[in-house]
């Protein structure tokens, strides 16, 4: 069955340092996402990307966050300068298609750890 | 800002009991999924529920959509410890498709 792919699976950095998160979405997906859990609280959108751009942010999406599909396979969330509060599981989603009853398919997670 | 309440947070119970999550919101949906999640993992989905009134059974499970589209229940009839885990539910809206999330129910099946 097809799955999201994302690594790392944890990553430990220091507060201020960039972070590059990356997913391998199902491959005739058009759709991509990010999504975030801190630990405990609910699994909240960060953003939606499609045909190259991005299509819809929440305010937790700063300027510190960018993502990227740089080579048609992978598609990145950059965190430029990581804080204290954005250690969390992200995880990457791609569907098939956007509205109506939208089916999402998630990655096991990456665990962000900042000290 | 839609929003998603579920409850209860926590629910622990014997196996062989049955349960009720409930998911509430004063926005309507255009659909709304169920998602089951184990530690370690990411949300896997469950059910999609689209039309007001939709009943929707998956073995033990039965998921309803609320006639006005704002709620939704999730029943399990006869609990296994296999059930164990965290169900989420996720709104979908017109407008760009993105997820919302409630912020969960941890059960727990005790043999």
């Known amino acids: 069955e097809p799955e999201v792919t994302q690594t790392p699976s944890h990553q430990v950095t220091q507060m201020g340092q960039e972070v590059i998160l990356r997913c391998v979405p199902i491959?005739?997906?058009?759709?991509f996402y990010w999504y975030r859990q801190i630990l405990g609280q609910k699994v909240e959108f960060l953003v939606s990307?499609?045909?190259?751009?991005?299509?819809?942010k929440s305010e937790i999406f700063d300027d510190q966050f960018s993502v990227e599909r740089p080579d048609g396979s992978n598609f990145t969330l950059k965190i430029r300068s990581t804080k204290l509060e954005d250690s969390a599981m992200y995880f990457c989603?791609?569907?098939?298609?956007?509205?109506?009853?939208?089916?999402?398919?998630f990655g096991a997670g990456s665990r962000l750890t900042v000290l | 800002t839609q929003l998603l309440e579920q409850s209860p947070q926590f629910l622990s119970i014997q196996e062989g009991e049955n349960l009720t999550v409930y998911c509430n919101s004063s926005?309507?949906?255009?659909?709304l999924q169920w998602y089951r999640q184990e530690p370690g993992e990411g949300p896997v989905l469950l059910v999609t529920?689209?039309?007001?009134?939709e009943v929707k059974k998956l073995k033990r499970l039965t998921f309803q959509f609320g006639d006005a589209r704002k709620d939704s229940s999730l029943h399990i009839t006869a609990a296994q410890p296999g059930d164990t885990g965290l169900y989420l539910c996720?709104?979908?809206?017109?407008?760009?498709?993105?997820?919302?999330f409630g912020q969960g129910t941890e059960l727990s099946v005790k043999p």
């Open positions: 529920v689209v039309t007001g009134g």
């Open positions: 989603a791609s569907s098939a298609r956007e509205s109506g009853a939208n089916v999402l398919t």
């Open positions: 990307f499609y045909n190259n751009e991005i299509s819809e």
């Open positions: 996720a709104g979908i809206n017109n407008q760009g498709g993105k997820l919302i």
């Open positions: 491959s005739n997906h058009l759709y």
């Open positions: 926005s309507v949906f255009s659909s």
